[in-house]
């Protein structure tokens, strides 16, 4: 299953099923076959994914601390959710300014 964000402020976002549920659940919504995230929920959703963003990098720097001069290093072909929420981020302040809910 593909998760399809749309908003009349943006072209269409396409994610992936496990990458669009875990935005849509950061965000506090329910995965699933459709959903909407209004005009007024769209700064705390957006606060919540930046949280986890912010979450999901401090652990990667506290990882990487720890095996500093160990000889493991973190694989550089992993995308990590800072760069898979980029679009949605995108979308979410683009249709704030233009007050446009988003859906998927």
Request: cysteine-free.
């Amino acid at each position: 299953m593909l998760y399809k964000f749309k908003s009349r402020a943006t072209a269409d976002v396409i994610m992936l099923e496990p990458n669009g549920r875990q935005l849509v659940q950061i965000m506090g919504k329910e995965p699933g076959v459709g959903g909407i995230v209004t005009v007024a929920q769209i700064p705390a959703a957006i606060a919540a994914i930046e949280a986890a963003i912010a979450a999901e990098d401090q652990a990667r720097a506290q990882a990487a601390q720890e095996h500093e001069g160990d000889g493991t290093e973190e694989r550089p072909d992993v995308v990590h959710l800072r760069q898979r929420a980029a679009p949605l981020l995108d979308m979410l302040r683009r249709s704030a300014a233009a007050e446009r809910e988003v859906t998927w």
